[in-house]
C-alpha cells in the first residue's frame, strides 16, 4: 500500500512528505520532479512569493546511489521565506478561508490555522506525484493535465501527440491547450487585478495508457472514482470534481451517455484488449475500476480567499464589523491548480497500481503486469 503524509506550514523551515510504500529499483530523475515544481510556481496571475521561492526537492530519504530501496521515501522542500517566528496573529478572519472555522476548532490562533491550511503544502503533494510519474511512465502510462476554463472563458483544447500537446501547454500563459483563449484570459487576470479581486476556473486532466482492472467495485471505500475525488477534493479551494461527462450525464438519455463497446482484433496488442469505445463518456472509470479508456477528472478551483480589497469581517477581539485581513497572495492560481491536480491524480492512480500489482519492487511489479495482461488477453 502507497500512502502519503505531509508536513509544513507555510512560512515554515520546510515542508516535508513522506511515500511509505513506494517500490524499489525505480531510478529517480530528480531534475524532472524540479521542473514540475517550477511549474506550479508559474502561470498568469501568480504573486510576489513566487520571486521569493525557487522550489527544488531534497530526497533525504529511501534512496542508494539515486534508486529507491523499498524504504519510506522522504521529500523536502525547503522554504526561502521563513519566517514563521516573527509573523504576528491575526484577528480578522478571511472569508473563504479555514481561518475562522480553525480557530473555533482549536480554540487557538488564526495563524495556527492559516500557515497549515496554505497551499503552499501542496509544493511536496507535486513532488509526491512527479516521482509517481515516473513510476507511472515506466509502464507506458501518462498523466498530463491543463486549464480547461478561466472563470466564464472557455478553452477548445487542440489535439495532438503528447509531446506536442506538453509544449502547447508549457508555452502558455495559463497552462491552456488553445492559443487563441490565452488573450482573452490575460486580459481577464489583468483586469481583476486592477479591481483588487481574484479569479477561478476548471482544470482538467488525463491518464493515458491505464489497463483494467485498477480499483475495483467491490467494497464503497475501494472505488477508484471514490478515491479520485477525495484526492482532488483535498487540494485547497477545490469546490467541485466530475468524471468523464459528469453533471452533463444527468441532462441526457442512457443512450446519449453510455460507451458502445466494440472489438477490433488491431488493438489486442495495447491496454484496451481489443475493447475499443467510440466515445468516452464515462471518462474510463465503470463500477470504480477503470476500463481501458483514458481517464478524464476536472475540478472546478475557487477564486482565492484573500482580496486585495477584502470583504466584511469580524475583529475577534473586539467583535466589531472591520475588514478581513490581507495575505501576500495571488490573483488567479489556476495554472497551479492544473499542476496541482495533476499530481494528486498520479499518486492515486500509482496507488491503485500497485495495490493490484505488487509494490515490493520494479522488477516483480513488471512481470506481474505483463502476465496479468496475456491473462487478460486470452479472457
Known amino acids: 500500500m502507497l500512502r502519503l503524509l505531509t508536513a509544513g506550514e507555510s512560512h515554515g523551515k520546510t515542508l516535508l512528505a513522506i511515500l511509505d510504500g513506494f517500490p524499489a529499483g525505480l531510478k529517480i530523475d530528480a531534475p524532472s520532479i524540479?521542473?514540475?515544481?517550477?511549474?506550479?510556481?508559474?502561470g498568469y496571475g501568480r504573486g510576489g512569493r513566487q520571486k521569493l521561492e525557487v522550489d527544488e526537492v531534497d530526497i533525504q530519504t529511501g534512496i542508494w546511489q539515486g534508486t529507491t530501496l523499498g524504504s519510506p521515501i522522504t521529500l523536502a522542500v525547503i522554504n526561502s521565506d521563513?519566517?514563521?517566528?516573527?509573523?504576528?496573529?491575526?484577528?480578522?478572519?478571511?472569508?473563504?478561508?479555514?481561518?475562522?472555522?480553525?480557530?473555533?476548532?482549536?480554540l487557538g490562533s488564526v495563524r495556527g490555522i492559516l500557515e497549515r491550511a496554505s497551499a503552499r503544502e501542496t509544493a511536496v503533494r507535486v513532488a509526491a506525484g512527479a516521482l509517481?510519474?515516473?513510476?507511472?511512465?515506466?509502464?507506458?502510462?501518462?498523466?498530463?493535465?491543463?486549464?480547461?476554463?478561466?472563470?466564464?472563458?472557455?478553452?477548445?483544447?487542440?489535439?495532438?501527440?503528447y509531446d506536442q500537446l506538453r509544449a502547447?501547454?508549457?508555452?502558455?500563459?495559463?497552462?491552456?491547450?488553445?492559443?487563441?483563449a490565452d488573450t482573452a484570459i490575460v486580459a481577464r487576470v489583468d483586469q481583476a487585478t486592477q479591481e483588487g479581486d481574484t479569479l477561478?476556473?476548471?482544470?482538467?486532466?488525463?491518464?493515458?495508457?491505464?489497463?483494467?482492472?485498477?480499483?475495483?467495485?467491490?467494497?464503497?471505500d475501494r472505488k477508484l472514482d471514490g478515491l479520485l475525488a477525495q484526492a482532488v477534493m483535498s487540494i485547497q479551494a477545490i469546490k467541485g470534481v466530475e468524471i468523464g461527462l459528469g453533471f452533463e450525464a444527468a441532462r441526457r438519455p442512457g443512450s446519449k451517455v453510455h460507451d458502445p463497446?466494440?472489438?477490433?482484433?488491431?488493438?489486442?496488442?495495447?491496454?484496451?484488449?481489443?475493447?475499443?469505445?467510440p466515445t468516452n463518456n464515462a471518462g474510463g472509470l465503470e463500477a470504480g475500476m477503470t476500463n481501458g479508456q483514458p481517464l478524464v477528472i476536472r475540478a472546478a478551483k475557487k477564486p482565492i480567499s484573500t482580496l486585495r480589497k477584502p470583504l466584511d469581517s469580524i475583529n475577534l477581539k473586539t467583535k466589531e464589523t472591520e475588514n478581513a485581513a490581507y495575505e501576500r497572495s495571488d490573483v488567479c492560481a489556476l495554472a497551479a491548480a492544473s499542476v496541482i491536480v495533476e499530481s494528486?491524480?498520479?499518486?492515486?492512480?500509482?496507488?491503485?497500481f500497485l495495490e493490484k500489482f505488487g509494490n515490493d519492487s520494479v522488477t516483480e511489479i513488471r512481470a506481474r503486469y505483463d502476465a496479468y495482461l496475456e491473462l487478460a488477453r486470452q479472457r
Do not use: C
Open 261 to 277: 463497446i466494440q472489438f477490433d482484433p488491431a488493438h489486442q496488442g495495447d491496454t484496451t484488449l481489443g475493447y475499443v469505445r
Open 344 to 352: 494528486v491524480v498520479a499518486l492515486t492512480i500509482a496507488q491503485a
Open 132 to 161: 509517481s510519474q515516473q513510476l507511472l511512465g515506466l509502464f507506458g502510462i501518462t498523466v498530463f493535465g491543463y486549464v480547461l476554463e478561466l472563470e466564464q472563458i472557455k478553452t477548445t483544447p487542440q489535439t495532438g501527440t
Open 82 to 106: 521563513y519566517k514563521l517566528e516573527r509573523l504576528k496573529e491575526i484577528d480578522r478572519p478571511r472569508p473563504g478561508h479555514g481561518d475562522l472555522s480553525g480557530a473555533m476548532k482549536y
Open 34 to 42: 524540479n521542473v514540475e515544481l517550477k511549474r506550479r510556481q508559474g
Open 168 to 180: 502547447l501547454r508549457d508555452a502558455s500563459p495559463m497552462y491552456t491547450l488553445d492559443p487563441a
Open 200 to 220: 477561478g476556473g476548471i482544470v482538467e486532466v488525463r491518464v493515458e495508457g491505464l489497463p483494467f482492472g485498477l480499483g475495483t467495485h467491490a467494497q464503497w
